[in-house]
């Protein structure tokens, strides 16, 4: 029989999709008690790839991926949505719709990972209502999408960053803090 060992510990990230006017950095300040400071920040980028948002944000919207540098463990993850839905809240704009749309995930060595409050035949429940799903796989020294990784995680820029996020998170396990 197998023993049970612990997994690994991997850094939390937001995907953040918001108006040009959010307090972004509010929300960022937010999230450092529980998951630690920014240790990589994208740049910002246009977010064209669907209107679902535009409706309740508007049509002119920005993507942008934050990092944090606190290794946490994977059953964080569950805290950690619950914890953005409740920030999402506090950025209502004048008609009631959010100003920031918060997606926590986990990068680790292996994979990125996204969790949703929403069920679909590629995700898992994870616990205490949250699903979670396998968004890129890190395969050949890059990370890879998958038939249900959204547009703009397919992205170079979205691969490129996460890249770049897992050389600081393998100096983190080995013990390098430079973040």
């Known amino acids: 029989m197998a ?8 850094f939390a990230f937001i995907g953040l999709i918001y108006v040009p006017c959010a307090k972004v950095d509010a929300v960022l300040e937010k999230l450092s008690s529980v998951v630690g400071n920014v240790a990589l920040r994208s740049d910002t980028l246009q977010f064209t790839h669907t209107t679902y948002y535009n409706q309740e944000m508007g049509d002119e919207l920005v993507r942008q991926w934050c990092v944090f540098n606190r290794l946490i463990d994977p059953d964080l993850l569950i805290d950690l949505k619950h914890h953005t839905n409740r920030l999402e809240k506090t950025t209502l704009n004048e008609h009631g719709g959010r100003n920031i749309n918060i997606d926590p995930g986990l990068l680790s060595m292996n994979n990125v990972v996204l969790v949703s409050t929403k069920n679909y035949a590629h995700r898992i429940h994870y616990g205490r209502g949250i699903y979670a799903e396998v968004t890129l796989l890190y395969q050949g020294r890059t990370f890879k999408p998958l038939d249900w990784t959204y547009p703009d995680y397919r992205e170079q820029t979205a691969i490129d960053f996460f890249c770049s996020a897992r050389e600081i998170l393998k100096q983190k396990i080995k013990g390098v803090d430079n973040v």
């Open 3 to 10: 023993e049970i060992k612990q997994p690994q510990k991997a």
